[in-house]
């Protein structure tokens, strides 16, 4: 930590968030790890013969979560592109990332004919977690995915015939300013949506599951079709808030 000093020291100058800081930091802690328990000499030999310990600095700095309102998502959304509207909208609609968003392939999809719907299964090397991720879709995701359907034979979300690599794009930033909420990141979308699943009283281990959060069983091989129907019903009561001005004022009091 004495020879990462001065660099974290020139990175809190530079105004670089703690977060940022820690993420260099982890990578440090991960070649650590390697040269003590993975890389060898020729004769033998680890690298290291012991771990220096990393540790990481406080986030007194990290922004709170900004769940937006429904008159806000409206604002916004009624600004952006389509391709762009309908990958905003998919997101506030499922939880994801915006990396799971704009990975998403239709070989991932997984019909499931005792509901009459389908869910996505994501590959664990897409997933923060690294665990593969069910996605649940809710009756406004489905639509957005049938829009989509067969515009591409591998991405669902692309523009121009090509895939989108982020949602975080010039007309995405653009659109929040013309709005007013330059605050809002494209991560807002998925607190929004478990803000919604709070609000509208979706149990917390349910909250979890389509949040794509590490619930301690694994989704991806043991979810019955009764299962997934309890979650899609939880899914589709964020939609029935629309209309629910006490939700909104809920919202925005509690930030």
Known sequence: MGILKPFIASEQNRGVKTITINHALQVVRR???????????????????????????PATDRRKPYPI??????????????????MALFKVNTGTREAEVCNLRWEWEIRIPDLKTTIFKVPAEYVKNRDDRIVVLNDTAKAVIEKVR?????????YRGKPVSKINSRAWRRARKVVGLEQVRVHDLKHTWGHRLRLAGVPEEDRKDLLGHRSGKSITMHYSAGDLAKLIEHANKVMATDRAPSLIILNRATG
Do not use: C, M, Y
Request: without cysteine; aromatic residues 12%; glycine residues 8%.
């Open 150 to 158: 067969g515009q591409h034979p591998v991405n669902v979300f692309t």
């Open 69 to 86: 309102s429904w008159d806000e998502q409206r604002l916004l959304f009624s600004e952006l592109p389509d391709h762009v509207r309908r």
């Open 31 to 57: 070649i650590l790890n390697l040269a003590s328990g993975e890389w060898f000499h020729d004769n033998g030999l680890n690298w290291l013969q012991g771990v220096p310990k990393i540790i990481f600095l």
